[in-house]
């Protein structure tokens, strides 16, 4: 009977060790995969942030300021919008991929209306966020020829994200200058 209780048990220890073997690869490889897309992902909260904060404030100037500039030959508030707008197409596909082709690169910037200027935002940051989203961490260390300077692939994915966080920086300071309180800081 000891024999049988013995064979049992090993047994038993033998398929516990196999269901826990089996149970520590299964989130090894949930880790490994989590770890894979960590920075895509982090870069892509920020993103996601910037993208949240510039279009409340695109929101908050009436159509009217659009138009507004703080000085001559500086960009008016539509231009600071569709300029990001533009950036953001532009740096994401300097890491190797496509312009949508319904995206018209060299009149992007003369798009008129404040919704069409919010709508050409919300679709570059969609655009960019989805791009960011599927690059490769084998890539990261890729160079990346910006025309102004020679990055790897990880530090353009973090030039988009400055860039967006310069130029919402630059409409907090045209809010401010117009009366406009940003939204999240009342």
Known sequence: QRK??????NKLIHNT?????????FMSTLLVSAQDTVVQSSV?????????????LANAFTEEQYDWRP????????EVILHTAAANYFLVSMLGFQIPSDVDMASMEKIKGKEQAIDALTKSFEYAKEKIGAVKSA?????IDLGFNKLSTVATMMVVLEHTGEHKGQLIAYARANGITPPWSN
């Not at 060790?17 to 690869?25: A, D, E, I, P, R």
């Not at 000085?71 to 539509?78: I, L, P, T």
């Not at 890539?139 to 160079?143: L, N, Q, T, V, Y």
């Open 139 to 143: 890539d990261f260390g890729k160079e």
């Open 17 to 25: 060790m196999k269901h826990l073997t089996t149970l520590f690869l």
């Open 71 to 78: 000085a001559d030959g500086v960009r008016s508030v539509g």
């Open 4 to 9: 049988v209780i013995s064979k049992n048990i």
């Open 44 to 56: 892509n909260g920020l993103l996601t942030h910037n993208q949240n904060q510039i279009t409340a």
